[in-house]
Structure formats: C-alpha cells, structure tokens
C-alpha cells in the first residue's frame, strides 16, 4: 500500500512558486517519496512562475504577507488524480474549520471563502516524474491585491492548524488507500 510521509517545518520559508517542482521537497528535507509538507512564510508569486494559465491571463499575480503553505508531491502520472488530492487537501481544511466553529465559509471548487473574503490559493500541476500541490492559506493578509481572510482573524494558531491538518490528510489518505486493498472484485 502506498504510504504518505508529512512533516511540519519549524524554518520560514518564502514561497514563490519555483518550490513546486519534483523533488523540491526531498531536497529540503530529505524525505523522499510521497509527501505533504507545511511550513509559514510570505507568498509571492510573479505572472513568470505562475502555473495557473487563469491568473496569469488575468495578469493576477499572488502576495500574502504571511500563509501557511502546504506543499505536496505524489509519485503519480494521473493529473486528474492529483486534481483529487488537492481537492482531499482543500476539503480537510474546510472540514477543519467548521470543526473549530468558523462559519460563513464556503467553498468553491478548490478555493475557500471566509466572509466572502479569499481564504486560500491552491492548485496542482504536473511534473514529468510526479504530481505536485500547494495549499496557500493566508495567516496575515495586509497588503494583498484583493479582499482576503487569514488565520489571525479566526484567532487560530498556524501551527497548530498546519499540523493537525497534516495529520488529518494523512489519515484520510490512508484509509483511502486502505478502502482500495480491502475488497474483492465480484
């Protein structure tokens, strides 16, 4: 069965966009195989690292004084797989806040809303060995281009919030993996 490595780093990380890359993450920390990561630090991504073709025809490059990212990589070939798991990622967090009584929050595809305001940023691409995903959930939010929400406002902590949604995803992963090795064909 496949297994999932995760792990929250204590360091300050930048994101930029150019994290999201195959093997970015067992250069960091050298865990190696399939891994969800979170870490704290600034997000700014430029239109020339950008993945989403959508922001980048909108010219919508992405800043956030402080996120919480989450980072990624399966060693898949099914885009739409990936596409899945980033949308795991997303519900477990969505799942999370409710859990801890934030409400007027919605979600729509792989972005959540808080009052409205954007919550996270998200997306999952493909690599020519692997499957990579960033969760960007905003804990500060002064400065950004548009109407956003954050951790800080909610009251929560990131680092409680980053590790128990590691251990959450993980959790879910595995018994996702584990309904696919319990049953017989008929």
Not at 121 to 144: C, D, F, M, P, Y
Not at 154 to 174: G, H, V, W
């Amino acid at each position: 069965m496949d297994s999932l490595s995760t792990q929250f780093l204590t360091k300050i990380i930048p994101y930029q966009g150019l994290e999201l890359k195959p093997h970015w993450i067992y250069e960091t920390t050298g865990i190696m195989g399939n891994t969800l990561i979170a870490f704290k630090g600034p997000c700014e991504v430029t239109l020339d690292h950008m993945v989403d073709l959508e922001d980048v025809k909108k010219k919508a490059p992405i800043y956030s004084p402080e996120m919480v990212h989450f980072l990624g990589e399966w060693f898949i070939d099914s885009l739409e797989q990936g596409i899945l798991l980033q949308h795991l990622l997303v519900a477990s967090v969505y799942e999370w806040l409710w859990e801890h009584g934030v409400t007027q929050l919605h979600r729509r595809g792989n972005d959540i809303y808080y009052q409205e305001r954007k919550f996270s940023v998200s997306i999952a691409t493909k690599s020519l060995v692997s499957i990579l995903i960033h969760l960007g959930v905003n804990v500060r939010t002064e400065g950004t281009p548009i109407a956003t929400s954050g951790l800080q406002e909610m009251n929560i902590n990131p680092e409680t919030f980053a590790k128990d949604i590691l251990a959450r995803f993980s959790s879910d992963y595995q018994i996702w993996k584990w309904a696919r090795v319990k049953v017989t064909a008929r």
